[in-house]
């Protein structure tokens, strides 16, 4: 007979002398059919008035009985030394006192009928004592996260794909030349960049404004040649270039007027002009 063999004799053995269950053990489970890699400790324990008079010992032991009832699914053999044994405490462990406390009901074996069905009575009211608390908490919260009707329920979460709306064919052609216009000023084209719908959001915001193509196109010139928006300059600290800063509501209508300058052929306000080519001015000494 292997080891692990004597091991589950010796536990079957010892269940013959009654089992211990802890009560309201769903409040603790996390995995169902199998062990749990871990269980649940629930913050409002130390609200319990039960367990705040358990000594420091009995609620050290408690959790360790806690850990037991996932292994042993909730059939810890009724023997005090083996739990302390199993649990490796350096102080004897006092079942009686969990189970006066509520936490532990102790099932007596099959040939003491009339002192399981005394223990199964007493399991009974305490589980329903210990988890009143539990299942008002719950009931509170199916109510209040309960839907409601279908005519008056909230709007599901977008799903993938556009989430734009409804569009004209004409928007749907803007936002995809938008896009590759875009890429092609800057120079991005050799690289995997997706518009994305918050982008597409912005730019068809302000197409939506009344703004033309020309005036998308003449932000996206100035802006490519502008040493400061690219972030060529010794004093910018970085580029302006990126899509959502140029497309951006507070921004847009400033680029459009410092795109229309350029076009002008304002040397004072046209960064693409050569230095040789704006006028030369003269101070006084």
Known sequence: MTRTQQDLQD???????????????????????????????????????????????????????WVLAARYH????????????????????????LVAAGFITISKSVLATCQQSACLETETYTEETYTEETETETASVAAATKPLPKDVSTPKKPTKGRTLGPQTVEEE?????????????????????????????????RFREGHTREEFDAVLTWASTDSWMRGTDPKSSRAYDDFDTLFRPSNFDKYVKRAGDARKGDPRKDPRLAASDRPVTFERF
């Open 74 to 97: 909730n059939a810890i053999p009724n023997h005090a030394e083996w739990i302390a044994r199993r649990l490796q405490t350096t102080s004897p462990v006092d079942l009686d006192v």
């Open 173 to 205: 052609e803007f936002l995809a030349w938008v896009w590759a216009r875009w890429l092609e000023v800057m120079g991005y084209q050799d690289r995997k960049l997706r518009c994305g719908i918050a982008r597409e959001k912005i730019a068809l915001a």
């Open 11 to 65: 536990l079957q053995n010892l269940q013959t002398l009654g089992t211990i269950s802890v009560v309201g053990w769903t409040n603790f489970q996390h995995y169902k059919d199998r062990d749990p890699p871990w269980i649940k400790l629930h913050c409002k324990l130390i609200d319990n008035f039960a367990y705040t008079l358990l000594q420091d010992a009995s609620r050290s032991h408690l959790m360790g009985i």
